[in-house]
């Protein structure tokens, strides 16, 4: 399924950019592939519904192309933004690990990054994500979603209902004050 995704990925891409008709040359140029192979897999393609295909015409992505491509650069930019902005990884090693992945990934682990990055992202038209950083948010009682583990030494665990009070949290009626740059990091909601 990797390879076939690749192929609409980047039948995707050239269709958005140029807004017409993606030929056999073009596919083998973008995935350095022989244009016979191109041929051999867009008839694979059109058998399977994903593409409209004409030989010596060009490809175009049917509706069920256009999901699985559209779901694979998703998975491919929350990794992107994770290793990028949250891990700091750089770009170029960000952008080999997200491509490796995008076709290894389930809905669910997409979802649990995505709650990680959501409102940074841009990825979606309207981020549904309802996780927001501990820094971010008012005084007010939370149910922590994810955190850096050390900080499990005091007390802090996913599913607890912690409370924040001006610069302080409140974990389990004990009061500690954690720095703005690791409050970034605790989700809650």
Do not use: W
Not at 23 to 35: F, S, Y
Not at 108 to 133: F, H, L, M, Q
Not at 171 to 189: A, D, F, H, M, P
């Amino acid at each position: 399924m990797e390879r076939v995704e690749e192929y609409l990925e980047a039948i995707y891409d050239i269709q958005e950019k140029e807004k017409r008709v993606v030929r056999t040359n073009e596919l083998a140029k973008v995935l350095n592939v022989k244009p016979s192979s191109v041929t051999e897999m867009l008839v694979k393609l059109k058998e399977k519904g994903y593409i409209e295909y004409q030989p010596y015409y060009g490809a175009t992505l049917t509706k069920k192309g256009e999901e699985i491509a559209k779901k694979i650069k998703k998975y491919y930019t929350v990794f992107y933004k994770f290793f990028r902005e949250f891990l700091g990884i750089d770009d170029e090693t960000a952008s080999r690990l997200s491509c490796e992945l995008e076709h290894h990934l389930t809905e669910d682990a997409v979802s649990k990054v995505c709650s990680i990055i959501a409102g940074d992202c841009n990825i979606c038209e309207k981020c549904e994500a309802v996780i927001r950083r501990l820094s971010e948010v008012e005084n007010g009682e939370y149910e922590v979603v994810a955190f850096p583990s050390k900080l499990r030494e005091i007390g802090l665990r996913s599913g607890a209902r912690i409370i924040v009070e001006d610069d302080d949290v409140i974990i389990e009626g004990v009061r500690y004050t954690i720095s703005r740059e690791i409050l970034k990091y605790i989700l809650v909601k």
